[in-house]
């Protein structure tokens, strides 16, 4: 019984409207008053079912909600005979928690349609070998499931056998599709665009990459603030306390009709709502535009961001460096450079793989006694022969003599914002190699609206030379260049710039500055969506996509003012409400009522305004 | 131990989540710290003595309250 009239609510709604119409229309119309009152009290019983059967169930595990405040005041309205009142805002309750569902289901479109990208059932071969459709949950690690054209690939796992080609946009954002043959890996939630693969599962569920941005985007949407918790608390005793005052309004003043009108007017309404509702949208909107945020804490934090410190490599350049001009010094170049392929080919260094690429194939020498120098370079030994392969501070610590015009080509390959590499075999130098790595396109334009969204401080630490870091810095307009950084002063740099007051995002690839990127107020991994940086930062820019680094402090900054709006509006109302009361003669509890539930929809509205945010193009 | 996930309709008044989290709270063998309502995502978590108590058992609990359960999962926590 209580399940029917609870699941019929929406009928009861239009009943009760129906019937508040009718009892006015004979009211005004027909003055035939019985008609009025009668139509009035049905649909004040009728309305009052469902709000009743929700505050015993509340009461019966301990909690006032306003579901009971509702009560009270639409029986006590009923009781003094008020039924005009007790119809009309039993239906306003109703009608106003229906259109809180409608537009509230709006506001959480964006992530729902993440969610809904979910694989729901997979092709698993069974033991008589043949593929059977079965849920995906049914899929164990392990297990060989088929994936045939247009279909979801339902797992992580790697390629078995076949070919085809794939849409990983719902991960990396990227919809062209990426070919895979066998031994690829392939990720769940991903499309199979052509071709027919069978796969082995690998991760499973929750623990696949799609099924960690999932998990990652539900709890960002319902993660709380300390303002938050704070109404949180702050309701839990406020709806009980407006019961109170209503009772010792009642005691004093024997007046039913004000003290039921308290009840009304008292409800937190739009209070509790308001702040998740901008903050569901706003993540929905970073959601939907490669943005991933991780609550409303980080909300807050982002907003108030003045300083940006970049890592350079892979962040401000594209992250493959390349052999850009290069000097010899004496003979005998291609036994030498055969020397530089060997011991280069031991390292995983991006300098290293653009050495490599530059010499391509060539005789290759057994290497011996290799000795890395953190923020030098290595040194080996290559037939019999001592090879020092690094930066100028490596070949002063070699006690290896520059002459006068190396000295020249080293300032000069500097100046042109080359990173170097000497190679000096048995204390001689043989090889200058300039490297460079090419600055991301669009980078210069974003940095810019960066500044014109109150960004005070563009900063870019890095490993390489100081001429390098210059360079980058004057190119792009970043206020402050740091070059020889190793991680450890990265991240020293930036508790020194915490002490100063700064409040500081850093923006790093994730790899070797996830110190810095915990350190800072504000770490942003710039993710392929696979990366482990995922779990680490606070914010993730899919696909590496740099150009939403201004979407995203854009949108931090719009939906934390839009939470402060909602608990203007909140507040406000109820304040106005009670100051009515006191001071004028129109106010009643219909339109409190009326006022409670417009406020609520203002507040939800005003919320899915950001899930259209996107930065305005004010370039010039 | 057991780790309960519960998917319910879409919950649109912030006080559901208070009468959700009391009514669980209330049953024998629920692990009090472990209470999780997502309000925007509609879902509790909850962490649960399987000696004590049946995730169906936690289900009835909540529909009781005029709360629809869509789905639930439970695994080893």
């Given at each position: 019984?209580?399940?029917?009239?609870?699941?019929?609510?929406?009928?009861?709604?239009?009943i009760?409207?129906i019937?508040?119409?009718?009892?006015?229309?004979?009211?005004?119309?027909?003055?035939?008053?019985?008609?009025?009152?009668?139509?009035l009290?049905?649909?004040?019983?009728?309305?009052?079912?469902?709000?009743?059967?929700?505050?015993?169930?509340?009461?019966?595990?301990?909690?006032v909600?306003?579901?009971?405040l509702?009560?009270?005041?639409?029986?006590?309205?009923?009781?003094?005979?008020?039924?005009e009142?007790?119809?009309?805002?039993?239906?306003?309750?109703?009608?106003?928690?229906?259109?809180?569902?409608?537009?509230l289901?709006?506001?959480?479109?964006?992530?729902?349609?993440?969610?809904?990208?979910?694989?729901?059932?997979?092709?698993?071969?069974?033991?008589?070998?043949?593929?059977?459709?079965?849920?995906?949950?049914?899929?164990?690690?392990?297990?060989?499931?088929?994936?045939?054209?247009?279909?979801?690939?339902?797992?992580d796992?790697?390629?078995?056998?076949?070919?085809?080609y794939?849409?990983?946009?719902?991960i990396?954002?990227?919809?062209?599709?990426?070919?895979k043959?066998v031994?690829?890996?392939?990720?769940?939630?991903?499309?199979?665009?052509?071709?027919?693969?069978?796969?082995?599962?690998?991760?499973?569920?929750?623990?696949?990459?799609?099924?960690?941005?999932?998990?990652?985007?539900?709890?960002?949407?319902?993660?709380?603030?300390?303002?938050?918790r704070?109404?949180?608390?702050?309701s839990?005793?406020y709806?009980p306390?407006?019961?109170?005052?209503?009772?010792?309004?009642?005691?004093?003043s024997?007046?039913?009709?004000?003290?039921?009108?308290?009840?009304?007017?008292?409800?937190?309404?739009?209070l509790?709502?308001?702040?998740?509702?901008?903050n569901v949208?706003?993540?929905?909107?970073?959601?939907?535009?490669?943005?991933?945020?991780?609550?409303?804490?980080?909300?807050?934090?982002?907003s108030?961001?003045?300083?940006?410190?970049f890592?350079?490599?892979?962040?401000?350049?594209?992250?493959?460096?390349?052999?850009?001009?290069?000097?010899?010094?004496?003979?005998?170049?291609?036994?030498?450079?055969?020397?530089?392929?060997?011991?280069?080919?031991?390292?995983?260094?991006?300098l290293?793989?653009?050495?490599?690429?530059?010499i391509?194939?060539?005789?290759?020498?057994t290497?011996e006694?290799?000795?890395?120098?953190?923020?030098?370079?290595?040194?080996?030994?290559?037939?019999?022969?001592?090879?020092a392969?690094?930066?100028?501070?490596?070949?002063?610590?070699?006690?290896?003599?520059?002459?006068?015009?190396?000295?020249?080509?080293?300032?000069?390959?500097?100046?042109?914002?080359n990173?170097?590499?000497?190679?000096?075999v048995?204390?001689?130098?043989?090889?200058?190699m300039?490297?460079?790595?090419?600055?991301?396109?669009?980078?210069?334009?974003?940095?810019?609206?960066?500044?014109?969204?109150?960004?005070?401080?563009?900063?870019?630490?890095?490993?390489?030379?100081?001429?390098?870091?210059?360079?980058?810095?004057?190119?792009?307009?970043?206020?402050k260049?740091?070059g020889?950084?190793?991680?450890?002063?990265?991240?020293?740099f930036?508790?020194k710039?915490?002490?100063?007051?700064?409040?500081?995002?850093?923006?790093?690839?994730?790899?070797?500055?996830?110190p810095?990127?915990?350190?800072?107020?504000?770490?942003?991994?710039?993710?392929?969506?696979t990366?482990?940086?995922?779990?680490?930062?606070?914010a993730?820019?899919?696909?590496?996509?740099?150009?939403?680094?201004?979407?995203?402090?854009?949108?931090?900054?719009?939906?934390?003012?839009?939470?402060?709006?909602?608990?203007?509006?909140?507040?406000?109302?109820?304040?106005i409400?009670?100051?009515?009361?006191?001071?004028?003669?129109?106010?009643?509890?219909s339109?409190?009522?009326?006022?409670h539930?417009?406020?609520?929809?203002?507040?939800?509205?005003?919320?899915?305004?950001?899930?259209?945010?996107?930065?305005?193009?004010?370039?010039? | 131990?057991?780790?309960?996930?519960?998917q319910?309709?879409?919950?649109?008044?912030?006080?559901?989540?208070?009468?959700?989290e009391?009514?669980?709270?209330?049953?024998?063998?629920?692990?009090?710290?472990?209470?999780?309502?997502?309000?925007?995502?509609s879902?509790?978590?909850?962490?649960?003595?399987?000696?004590?108590?049946?995730v169906?058992?936690?289900?009835?609990?909540?529909?009781?309250?005029?709360?629809?359960?869509?789905?639930?999962?439970?695994?080893?926590?």
């Amino acid at each position: 019984m209580q399940k029917f009239i609870l699941g019929k609510k929406n009928q009861i709604t239009l009943i009760s409207a129906i019937l508040i119409v009718l009892a006015f229309f004979s009211r005004f119309a027909l003055e035939n008053m019985d008609i009025f009152h009668w139509s009035l009290i049905i649909a004040s019983v009728l309305g009052l079912a469902p709000i009743a059967i929700q505050a015993y169930q509340a009461l019966k595990v301990k909690v006032v909600s306003i579901d009971v405040l509702v009560t009270i005041a639409v029986t006590g309205a009923f009781l003094i005979q008020k039924f005009e009142e007790s119809a009309i805002v039993t239906f306003l309750f109703l009608f106003g928690a229906y259109l809180e569902q409608r537009t509230l289901n709006k506001t959480r479109s964006a992530i729902k349609e993440l969610t809904e990208m979910a694989p729901e059932s997979a092709l698993k071969k069974m033991e008589n070998g043949e593929f059977e459709e079965v849920d995906v949950d049914d899929v164990d690690e392990g297990d060989i499931l088929l994936v045939k054209t247009g279909a979801k690939v339902p797992v992580d796992g790697t390629v078995l056998s076949g070919e085809g080609y794939i849409n990983e946009a719902s991960i990396t954002g990227e919809s062209v599709p990426v070919g895979k043959t066998v031994d690829s890996q392939v990720y769940a939630g991903t499309i199979l665009e052509n071709g027919t693969i069978q796969i082995r599962a690998d991760r499973v569920g929750e623990d696949t990459t799609f099924g960690r941005i999932i998990e990652l985007v539900e709890e960002a949407q319902d993660s709380k603030s300390e303002a938050e918790r704070f109404i949180d608390r702050f309701s839990k005793y406020y709806t009980p306390a407006v019961l109170v005052l209503g009772f010792i309004v009642w005691l004093i003043s024997r007046n039913v009709e004000l003290a039921i009108t308290i009840l009304v007017l008292g409800c937190p309404g739009a209070l509790v709502i308001g702040v998740p509702v901008s903050n569901v949208a706003g993540i929905g909107n970073g959601a939907r535009n490669g943005v991933l945020l991780k609550g409303s804490e980080v909300i807050n934090d982002f907003s108030k961001v003045d300083t940006i410190v970049f890592d350079k490599t892979g962040t401000l350049t594209v992250g493959n460096p390349e052999v850009a001009e290069k000097e010899f010094y004496g003979e005998n170049i291609d036994e030498v450079q055969a020397y530089l392929a060997s011991v280069e080919k031991e390292s995983d260094h991006p300098l290293a793989k653009a050495v490599l690429k530059d010499i391509g194939e060539t005789n290759l020498f057994t290497v011996e006694k290799t000795e890395v120098v953190k923020g030098g370079g290595i040194i080996a030994q290559v037939n019999g022969r001592r090879i020092a392969v690094g930066n100028v501070a490596l070949m002063e610590k070699e006690n290896v003599a520059l002459s006068e015009k190396a000295r020249r080509d080293v300032e000069r390959f500097e100046q042109k914002g080359n990173s170097l590499v000497l190679t000096a075999v048995d204390g001689e130098l043989k090889v200058l190699m300039g490297i460079r790595d090419k600055i991301r396109p669009g980078v210069k334009k974003d940095l810019q609206k960066l500044k014109r969204l109150g960004v005070k401080n563009l900063v870019v630490l890095s490993g390489d030379n100081q001429g390098t870091v210059d360079l980058v810095a004057r190119e792009l307009g970043l206020t402050k260049a740091y070059g020889h950084m190793l991680p450890e002063d990265k991240s020293a740099f930036i508790k020194k710039m915490q002490a100063k007051g700064h409040i500081i995002a850093f923006v790093g690839d994730g790899v070797n500055d996830s110190p810095s990127l915990a350190l800072a107020d504000i770490g942003i991994a710039m993710g392929s969506g696979t990366d482990v940086a995922i779990e680490t930062s606070d914010a993730v820019l899919m696909n590496s996509d740099f150009s939403r680094l201004p979407h995203a402090l854009g949108l931090t900054k719009s939906t934390a003012r839009n939470m402060k709006q909602n608990i203007i509006i909140a507040v406000g109302v109820v304040i106005i409400l009670l100051a009515s009361l006191i001071f004028s003669e129109w106010m009643n509890m219909s339109i409190g009522m009326l006022v409670h539930e417009a406020s609520i929809l203002v507040v939800i509205l005003n919320g899915m305004r950001l899930l259209r945010y996107r930065l305005r193009g004010r370039l010039a | 131990m057991q780790k309960a996930v519960i998917q319910l309709e879409p919950l649109v008044c912030p006080s559901c989540m208070q009468k959700i989290e009391h009514a669980v709270k209330l049953l024998n063998g629920i692990r009090q710290d472990s209470i999780k309502i997502l309000f925007n995502a509609s879902k509790v978590r909850v962490n649960f003595d399987s000696d004590k108590l049946t995730v169906g058992e936690i289900e009835k609990a909540i529909e009781t309250l005029g709360y629809e359960v869509i789905s639930s999962k439970v695994k080893p926590a």
